[in-house]
């Protein structure tokens, strides 16, 4: 009877030290998820780099059109895409990335400024989201090296979503759908993979098939005689000195009002004194990111504080302030004709 009950108590350990083993095993396993790097993705993984070669030489180079994405990276683009128009994102739940990223205008805030949840009017114009993916930084000032760690800075400001990390997580995880959406990342539902969702989805928003870019692809009736001479013009007065590259713009910063005088000067300063308030340094006043020139036609009001409400007014001022130059009417006819052949094929969004 001793031995029998010895034997019962010897299996019992047993099975007890094989589940205390298997459950720290699953336990590391779920640890070793949650620590896991997240899968990069490239821009191979996301555009057509080869099927339309430039044939026109140019310092501006064609947008690449998506290609069909991997199921992987797919299924977190879908999620971005859901992310970016979820206002749990925001402190008080009332607003989205989309509310100043309107996709059917342009990808920015025509209202110019836009307002956070704080109801404070921000300083600074919204710039679009189309073809951000190609900027080589984010925001005007470029505090941001790429669009995952411009994700985060909007939905933690309390000027615009007011929003804060255990807040935004609590909402999600206890949304059953968000848990499944979430299901296409080891890692589950936290900070780093929604910045990297959104993210993903951004670098979809490109708008590629542009008049001008069909033109660089070898398509001579793609853009007329006129916008031809503006784009001629464009280079001969050295505005593609600064826009230039996929973006038409984006790669480099530039000091705003170089030969601007000093009432002008103020008046674009305003309280906004670009990479210096970042940097402290003298170099750095008045210095700010190239805005790309993709679907400018569609991006009014324009410069960094929104100030010019048409694009001839801002061509104007653009040959006063960069250029030195009045420009004569005729010209800003044609360097907007130009511009308006930058617009490209938005409809990626709405497929």
Same mark, same amino acid.
């Given at each position: 009877m001793l031995q029998k009950s010895l034997t019962t108590l010897l299996l019992i350990t047993l099975l007890g030290l094989f589940w205390f083993i298997g459950e720290r095993s699953l336990s590391t396993l779920s640890e070793g998820q949650k620590e896991a790097p997240l899968q990069r993705f490239d821009e191979?993984?996301?555009?057509?780099?080869?099927?339309f070669p430039q044939q026109v030489d140019s310092p501006i180079h064609p947008i690449p059109p998506l290609k069909k994405l991997s199921p992987p990276l797919q299924a977190r683009v879908n999620l971005g895409r859901q992310l970016f128009q979820d206002v749990r994102l925001s402190g008080n739940q009332k607003i989205s990335c989309k509310s100043c990223h309107q996709l059917e205008q342009g990808g920015h805030d025509s209202r110019g400024g836009s307002t956070g949840t704080s109801g404070k009017l921000l300083r600074r114009n919204?710039?679009?989201?189309?073809?951000?993916?190609?900027?080589?930084?984010?925001?005007?000032?470029?505090?941001?090296?790429?669009?995952? +760690? #411009?994700?985060e800075q909007p939905i933690l400001d309390q000027n615009e979503m007011g929003g804060s990390w255990p807040v935004i997580l609590q909402r999600l995880l206890t949304d059953p759908n968000m848990v499944s959406a979430f299901s296409v990342y080891p890692q589950g539902i936290t900070a780093e993979t929604i910045r990297d969702a959104l993210s993903l989805y951004e670098r979809t928003l490109v708008t590629?098939?542009?008049?001008?870019?069909?033109?660089?692809r070898g398509d001579e009736s793609a853009i007329n005689g006129a916008q031809k001479r503006g784009y001629l013009l464009f280079k001969k007065l050295g505005c593609i000195s600064c826009h230039q590259g996929r973006n038409v713009g984006g790669n480099l910063y530039q000091k705003m009002g170089i030969y601007a005088?000093? +009432? #002008?000067l103020t008046q674009l300063q305003e309280d906004d004194f670009g990479r210096y308030e970042l940097t402290g340094m003298e170099s750095d006043r008045m210095l700010f990111k190239v805005p790309s020139l993709r679907n400018v036609a569609l991006t009014p009001p324009y410069f960094h504080n929104g100030s010019r409400a048409t694009l001839e007014q801002a061509v104007a001022?653009?040959?006063?302030?960069?250029?030195?130059?009045e420009l004569e009417e005729h010209q800003i006819e044609l360097l907007v004709l130009f511009l308006q052949t930058l617009t490209?094929?938005?409809s990626e969004e709405k497929k």
């Open positions: 191979h993984d996301f555009y057509q780099l080869d099927k919204s710039p679009t989201v189309y073809n951000a993916a190609f900027n080589f930084r984010q925001f005007w000032d470029g505090r941001s090296a790429n669009l995952s +760690a #411009q994700a590629p098939h542009s008049p001008f870019d069909r033109y660089l005088t000093e +009432a #002008q001022d653009m040959g006063l302030f960069q250029l030195g130059r490209g094929d938005l």
